[in-house]
């Protein structure tokens, strides 16, 4: 189950969302390599937790060496990993005047160049799909305020929580408690 929290637009934000509450996830954990290769020992498997650490090790680095010679790299039901680039708007592959040509690397352009390097940023980008690419995630996701926001919910509304109250809440009762409005 994903925890939910309120987070508020600070009332001096310039923008429309001024004052506005969304909702945000409240993480339980960060799992590294280790925690992850002992949660997938605990699943019944033939394999020791220090064999799927090194697997997952060796999965790492194997797909940067792959993202970073040009390929993506497709983990069924996870997701595509490949890499991207923000680029410089260039005016021209060559400036005559400063006999400077368009170059594939990394870098800035300087006030009033026409040419130079090509890309600003790489970055990782990892795409979902499978089971997890959004609409699949939306069948099986269950959500629920935490326990601070049930309490704030609560406070609001000027009684106690019941601890019943879930995300969004019902969509056939848009007075359920949860003390929201259903859009």
């Given at each position: 189950m994903i925890e939910l929290y309120l987070s508020k637009v600070t009332e001096n934000s310039e923008s429309e969302q001024a004052g506005k509450l969304y909702a945000?996830?409240?993480?339980?954990?960060?799992?590294?390599?280790?925690?992850?290769?002992?949660?997938?020992?605990?699943?019944?498997?033939?394999?020791?937790?220090?064999?799927?650490?090194?697997?997952?090790?060796?999965?790492v680095k194997c797909t940067r060496e792959m993202v970073l010679s040009g390929n993506t790299v497709k983990v069924g039901n996870l997701a595509i990993f490949k890499a991207t680039v923000e680029a410089n708007a260039l005016d021209t592959l060559y400036d005559a005047e400063q006999d400077k040509v368009a170059s594939a690397t990394i870098g800035t352009?300087?006030?009033?160049?026409?040419?130079?390097?090509?890309?600003?940023?790489?970055k990782l980008l990892a795409q979902s799909t499978g089971d997890f690419t959004r609409?699949?995630?939306?069948?099986?996701?269950?959500?629920?305020?935490?326990?601070?926001?049930?309490a704030e919910i609560a406070a609001a509304k000027g009684g106690s929580s019941t601890?019943?109250?879930?995300?969004?809440?019902?969509?056939?009762?848009?007075?359920?408690?949860?003390?929201?409005?259903?859009?």
């Open positions: 945000r996830v409240s993480y339980k954990q960060a799992m590294d390599i280790h925690d992850m290769a002992h949660h997938m020992a605990e699943h019944n498997t033939a394999f020791s937790e220090g064999l799927i650490v090194g697997v997952l090790t060796d999965f352009l300087a006030e009033g160049q026409k040419t130079g390097p090509a890309v600003r940023v790489v609409e699949e995630l939306k069948k099986d996701v269950k959500l629920a305020w935490s326990d601070k926001t049930k601890g019943s109250e879930t995300a969004g809440g019902d969509p056939q009762n848009p007075d359920d408690g949860d003390g929201l409005d259903q859009d």
